[in-house]
């Protein structure tokens, strides 16, 4: 009889993990479909490799160009100069300073 109620709580728990899985692959259908709409073929293939290559800048990337998507800040498709330019945006650090003290 114990077991039985542990067994009906792991099933709603796999059914929720389940669901929660299909919203992230839903949403991630979305933005590919919102990439490929704003992203001129090249710029697209470019970023669907950084999506392979590093997923959480792929994802810093991708809500970027959504953001400036949503605020009208694109006119026309991003070409793949513009998408490398907002990849160094997005990775720029700066030159760390090393400085010598003479005695």
Known sequence: ???ES???QDD????KALAKVYREMQREQQVKSMLRQLLDPDAYERI???????H???MQL???IVQLAQS???SGKITDAQLISLLNRLTYKPEPKI?????
């Open 1 to 3: 009889m114990m077991s």
């Open 6 to 8: 542990y067994e009906g």
């Open 12 to 15: 709603r728990e796999a059914k």
């Open 48 to 54: 669907m490799n950084i999506s392979v290559s590093n």
């Open 56 to 58: 959480d800048l792929y």
């Open 62 to 64: 991708s809500n970027l």
């Open 72 to 74: 009208n800040q694109v």
């Open 99 to 103: 400085e010598f003290k003479h005695k």
